[in-house]
């Protein structure tokens, strides 16, 4: 790979917001394939640089970092203008009781779904027509994540508006952009207009994640009694 196209390459990634490290540019393009045409290139490393841990793949400049004393409570409310990328660690649904949401996930290990106040019997078929498939219902939250940046500065952030894209299914490492977010004692107020999804993953962590949600909603939930 020439210096040319790695120079277009950080420029494209660079035009998302997305600031990969020298190491990590020069990983990716020493593994791509000779003669490769640069737009599927480019879409090659924005896959896999969303698929990273951000803290150790990204280094962004200072305007693009959450600020350091953001969870200092003693500021009232403050616009973060950003835009700074963050990898998702956590989400909780604040809008239901943990004993609901464990039922919810034993009626997903026993195949069943709610659909209005029936629960319906889902069996997988080869030959089902996808159309007629029941898609399984998400809560709206509210929901609570804990998000955190290419420092690895961890906070908080509610949303309350039940934005598309942000539920207790997502994948854990999912990436989000984050642009004039209202910052409230140390906690930032998500809307969909300050909020862009941009995909991505970790894969060890979601697996954990999930792995453990359930028993980590029945500790809470027993604890709270």
Known sequence: MTANIAAE????????HLYPTAAWLQSFLASTRPNTPLPAVKQTAGFRLLATDITASLSPP???????????????S???????V????????????????VEAIEAR?????TKGREVVRVIEQENDDPSAAVAPTHS?????LLLQDAKGSKVYAIDLRGIDGLNTSMAMGTKLLLKNVDVQR????????????????????????????????MSAAKAGE
């Not at 390459?9 to 998302?16: A, P």
């Not at 200072?62 to 009232?76: H, K, M, W």
């Not at 403050?78 to 700074?84: A, E, F, L, M, W």
Request: proline share 5%; aromatic share 4%; glycine share 10%.
């Open 86 to 101: 963050c990898q998702v660690l956590d989400i909780e649904d604040i809008g239901n009781s943990r004993w609901s949401q």
């Open 9 to 16: 390459l950080t420029q494209h990634l660079n035009s998302r």
């Open 186 to 217: 140390g906690a930032i107020m998500l809307e969909p207009s300050n909020i862009q999804v941009l995909g991505g993953k970790l894969e060890a962590l979601d697996k954990a994640w999930k792995d453990g949600r359930k028993e980590r909603l």
């Open 62 to 76: 200072a305007t693009s970092i959450l600020p350091r004393d953001i969870l200092n409570g003693a500021v009232i």
């Open 140 to 144: 709206s939250g509210p929901f609570k």
């Open 109 to 113: 290990e026993r195949g069943e779904m």
């Open 78 to 84: 403050r616009i973060v203008s950003g835009p700074v």
